[in-house]
């Protein structure tokens, strides 16, 4: 069983920052990579990016790629989302998942593998 509590959104202006927070507890924590979803008003859950534990791969969505950028502090289990030169394509819920371990980079663009979700941080963007 894993825990995940997602914090830091907002509202904020287009060019703007803003930093997500996914705190991991839970036995099994170790054997889990996590994920950031964001799902948009009337649209589909879609991949932000994903990050795994060990050092392995990072890597994100082609919309967010060279604007978000993930990081992790293992000792504290947990998982950041930092968001530069946002957009108001960006607005919609973000959510922070977990999966496990074994997938494939592949198989964890796909929701269907995450089983563990955090309750969603809303983040708008104004124009």
């Known amino acids: 069983q894993v825990q995940l509590v997602e914090s830091g959104g907002g509202l904020v202006q287009a060019g703007g920052s803003l930093r997500l927070s996914c705190a991991a507890s839970g036995r099994t924590v170790g054997n889990v990579v996590l994920g950031w979803f964001r799902q948009a008003p009337g649209k589909e859950r879609e991949f932000v990016g994903v990050?795994?534990?060990?050092?392995?791969?990072?890597y994100y969505a082609d919309s967010v790629k060279g604007r978000f950028t993930i990081s992790r502090d293992n000792a504290k289990n947990t998982v950041y989302l930092q968001m530069n030169k946002l957009k108001p394509e960006d607005t919609a819920v973000y959510y922070c998942a977990a999966a496990a371990a074994y997938y494939s980079d592949s198989q964890l663009l796909s929701t269907a593998k995450y089983q563990y979700w955090g309750q969603g941080t809303q983040v708008t963007v104004s124009s």
């Open positions: 990050s795994r534990w060990n050092g392995g791969s990072t």
